[in-house]
């Protein structure tokens, strides 16, 4: 409190003190003032001649005389009346003021004050940011939202609504709930209280007849002008995208399966194979990430298992499970610049579709 009152005082003196300064001179108004100052009298009693010179003398010694120009100043009159008066303000006084004015206002325009930055030995060379320091600020996994799509139609979503939607898809990625169950509760959290609406609607994406028009009819470009049921639909379908490109069904002996992913700070590039070695007589799950920055690979197999590989700058990594049990569901875990929120996939293991 005695604080704020200190800084209020502050800000009033230097406002006043700058008024003051850029106010017109009491220089000009004090000549015809001095010319008008002589004590009136009737018309019959004029002053001898000798206390009329005695008064110019005076006012001509206090107009040559400027007070700054010595380092210090005795006031002639100290103990008695000053020698002319303008009202009740001593003309001595508006004239010192004046001077005092225009003598602050030339040392302030001769020597104007400077920025930090302009003065002679300013460090001009910032100390290097480590980059986690401001990729900590940002989402860093939502910017692959904007590549997430549904057949030829873009989801227009905000970047506080996919950041919620990438973190409760994350959670549910593993569970074994039913696929509508699952798209409802990754976006009901933005919908409370409206759990029918969305489970009439999760049951129409996931078979497909979603109707298009309703969204390419009005043209819904923004998230924040679309109708409820608008939001509750470009919501049901982003999460469904997104729950599909954080999961890896790996069939065995079959095709590699590839995921991009982009990032605040580049893309990652995750590759998963599942297979039988030629040397080996089981099955193996290789899965490799090219890594745009510092970070690591967790692979995860309940409790019993756990690998993880690390790199200290951009680069590839890689790891590997031996004999993974078929039908196995694994959790696969990308960290960049030691973030506190990773990026989970789940990796599906299958057996050969073929077979």
């Given at each position: 409190?005695?604080?704020?009152?200190?800084?209020?005082?502050?800000?009033?003196?230097?406002?006043?003190?700058?008024?003051?300064?850029?106010?017109?001179?009491?220089?000009?108004?004090?000549?015809?003032?001095?010319?008008?100052?002589?004590?009136?009298?009737?018309?019959?009693?004029?002053p001898p001649n000798?206390?009329?010179?005695?008064?110019?003398?005076?006012?001509?010694?206090?107009?040559?005389?400027?007070?700054?120009?010595?380092?210090?100043?005795?006031?002639?009159?100290?103990n008695e009346s000053?020698?002319?008066?303008?009202?009740?303000?001593?003309?001595?006084?508006?004239?010192?003021?004046?001077?005092?004015?225009?003598?602050?206002?030339?040392?302030?325009?001769?020597?104007?004050?400077?920025?930090?930055?302009?003065?002679?030995?300013?460090?001009?060379?910032?100390?290097?940011?480590?980059?986690?320091?401001?990729?900590?600020?940002?989402?860093?996994?939502?910017?692959?939202?904007?590549?997430?799509?549904?057949?030829?139609?873009?989801?227009?979503?905000?970047?506080?609504?996919?950041?919620?939607?990438?973190?409760?898809?994350?959670?549910?990625?593993?569970?074994?709930?039913?696929?509508?169950?699952?798209?409802?509760?990754?976006?009901?959290?933005?919908?409370?209280?409206?759990?029918?609406?969305?489970?009439?609607?999760?049951?129409?994406?996931?078979?497909?007849?979603?109707?298009?028009g309703e969204l390419?009819?009005?043209?819904?470009?923004?998230?924040?002008?679309?109708?409820?049921?608008?939001?509750?639909?470009?919501?049901?379908?982003?999460?469904?995208?997104?729950?599909?490109?954080?999961?890896?069904?790996?069939?065995?002996?079959?095709?590699?399966?590839?995921?991009?992913?982009?990032?605040?700070?580049?893309?990652?590039?995750?590759?998963?194979?599942?297979?039988?070695?030629?040397?080996?007589?089981?099955?193996?799950?290789?899965?490799?990430?090219?890594?745009?920055?510092?970070?690591?690979?967790?692979?995860?197999?309940?409790?019993?298992?756990?690998?993880?590989?690390?790199?200290?700058?951009?680069?590839?990594?890689?790891?590997?499970?031996?004999?993974?049990?078929?039908?196995?569901?694994?959790?696969?875990?990308?960290?960049?610049?030691?973030?506190?929120?990773?990026?989970?996939?789940?990796?599906?293991?299958?057996?050969?579709?073929?077979?």
């Amino acid at each position: 409190m005695m604080n704020n009152e200190t800084n209020k005082e502050v800000e009033t003196f230097e406002k006043n003190f700058f008024d003051w300064l850029l106010s017109k001179p009491n220089s000009e108004e004090i000549s015809p003032a001095l010319a008008s100052s002589s004590p009136v009298v009737e018309e019959n009693q004029k002053p001898p001649n000798e206390d009329r010179l005695a008064k110019i003398r005076v006012e001509e010694e206090w107009e040559e005389l400027d007070p700054l120009d010595s380092e210090e100043i005795d006031f002639p009159y100290y103990n008695e009346s000053p020698p002319t008066t303008l009202g009740e303000v001593p003309t001595v006084y508006n004239r010192f003021e004046s001077l005092l004015q225009k003598r602050l206002k030339a040392e302030i325009e001769a020597k104007l004050p400077l920025f930090p930055w302009e003065e002679s030995g300013y460090d001009t060379d910032y100390p290097d940011v480590e980059t986690q320091n401001w990729v900590s600020q940002i989402p860093l996994w939502v910017s692959q939202m904007k590549n997430i799509r549904w057949r030829n139609l873009s989801i227009p979503l905000t970047d506080s609504v996919a950041y919620q939607l990438l973190k409760s898809c994350q959670e549910i990625v593993q569970s074994d709930l039913l696929p509508g169950k699952r798209l409802v509760e990754a976006v009901e959290n933005l919908f409370p209280g409206q759990s029918q609406s969305l489970n009439n609607l999760a049951g129409l994406v996931l078979v497909g007849q979603t109707r298009d028009g309703e969204l390419m009819s009005s043209r819904v470009t923004d998230y924040n002008t679309a109708t409820p049921r608008q939001q509750m639909l470009l919501s049901l379908l982003a999460a469904k995208e997104i729950l599909a490109s954080l999961t890896l069904t790996c069939h065995l002996n079959e095709s590699v399966v590839r995921r991009e992913w982009e990032t605040a700070v580049g893309w990652i590039n995750i590759e998963a194979e599942y297979s039988i070695p030629k040397d080996r007589s089981s099955a193996c799950l290789r899965i490799k990430g090219q890594l745009p920055a510092a970070g690591s690979l967790k692979l995860q197999g309940g409790e019993s298992y756990e690998t993880t590989a690390q790199c200290s700058e951009p680069g590839t990594l890689s790891v590997e499970l031996f004999a993974p049990k078929p039908d196995q569901k694994l959790q696969l875990t990308i960290n960049l610049l030691n973030g506190e929120e990773p990026l989970n996939f789940a990796v599906c293991l299958q057996p050969n579709s073929k077979s």
